[in-house]
């Protein structure tokens, strides 16, 4: 019933900004913790950004990147600031069953959404 779809990405230039949304449905994640992962071509998905009880950023994207929600709609975002071909990969919101805990593990996320492409050309 649970299901996140992601919007937002896109190929830009280095240098470029995107907003990536992810809007759940079939239920409200008001007091859940919600991430953002990443996964380049041969490699693992790896940790982005999260939020729930305050948030954390991946090195790489710390000063770079903000991850934000909205309540009311029920959505949470991903602003993307300075892009670098490095960013380039498959984004993808991610959505823990437990409450206001932070996590930068794969494992602790139980809901997924599709993803959606970002590219950065140089």
């Known amino acids: 019933q649970v299901q996140l779809v992601e919007s937002g990405g896109g190929l830009v230039q280095t240098g470029d900004s995107l907003r990536l949304s992810c809007a759940p449905s079939?239920?409200?994640?008001?007091?859940?913790?919600m991430g953002w992962f990443r996964q380049a071509p041969g490699k693992e998905r790896e940790f982005v950004a999260a939020?729930?009880?305050?948030?954390n950023y991946a090195d790489s994207v710390k000063g770079r990147f903000t991850i934000s929600r909205d309540n009311a709609k029920n959505t949470v975002y991903l602003q993307m600031n300075s892009l670098k071909p490095e960013d380039t990969a498959v984004y993808y919101c991610?959505?823990?069953?437990?409450?206001?805990?932070?996590?930068?593990?794969?494992?602790?996320?139980?809901?997924w959404g599709q993803g959606t492409q970002v590219t950065v050309s140089s």
């Open positions: 939020t729930g009880a305050g948030t």
């Open positions: 079939g239920r409200t994640f008001r007091r859940n913790a």
């Open positions: 991610a959505v823990r069953s437990a409450y206001y805990t932070l996590s930068s593990e794969r494992e602790e996320y139980d809901y």
